[in-house]
């Protein structure tokens, strides 16, 4: 069963343009939700990550949306760039310790 | 500073042999975790060691074990391989296991192929 669940699977966004990833859970346990960006033949390197305490969280282009009734979190990416062109996951946890990551959205952004 | 290190980085094996997959976490931190990455999926926990005492673990089969040393480098093995044991290991650190929510540092991981 998956913990997290991403949309879309692949994206594709104009230079410029925003780019929008969504993710939904179930666990009402989960009270810490990350955002890695992965580029091929690389490990994850965390984005951005929020607490269900605030709605949104904002650091450069990269924004944090969160709604804790819906069980729903998405990333947005303000101005997208060619070089923002990776494969991104949401993840989530209750303890710090296991996370649960969503299946990976493949975002190219087009010059 | 140096990041979190995996070695190999990639590595051929063959159904039913054994692995050693070894991760040096970033100075400092003394938990580590393990995560398994199939092609196109997102990582999969295994298991997490803090101070040399497993912390969490995965719905994972007996085949994986793991271990962390005093220097907190960390080991995974993996017994009596399958083809779908074919994946991306991923190790990560942390400072402190599930204190305030320290972010995960990943390696670039060890790609395993099983023939």
Known sequence: ?111 | DAGVTQSPTHLIKTRGQHVTLRCSPISGHKSVSWYQQVLGQGPQFIFQYYEKEERGRGNFPDRFSARQFPNYSSELNVNALLLGDSALYLCASSSDAGLGYQPQHFGDGTRLSIL
């Not at chain 1, 969504?22 to 666990?27: G, H, L, S, T, V």
């Not at chain 1, 994850?44 to 929020?50: D, K, M, R, V």
């Not at chain 1, 650091?59 to 009734?69: H, P, V, Y």
């Not at chain 1, 990416?77 to 990551?101: L, R």
């Open chain 1, 1 to 111: 069963q998956q913990q997290v669940k991403q949309s879309p699977q692949s994206l594709i966004v104009q230079k410029g343009g925003i780019s929008i990833i969504n993710c939904a859970y179930e666990n009402t346990a989960f009270d810490y939700f990350p955002w890695y960006q992965q580029f091929p033949g690389k490990g994850p390197a965390l984005l951005i990550a929020i607490r269900p305490d605030v709605s949104e969280k904002k650091e450069g282009r990269f924004t944090i949306s969160f709604n804790k009734s819906a069980k729903q979190f998405s990333l947005h990416i303000m101005d997208s760039q060619p070089g923002d062109s990776a494969t991104y996951f949401c993840a989530a946890s209750s303890t710090g310790n296991q996370f649960y990551f969503g299946t990976g959205t493949s975002l190219t952004v087009i010059p």
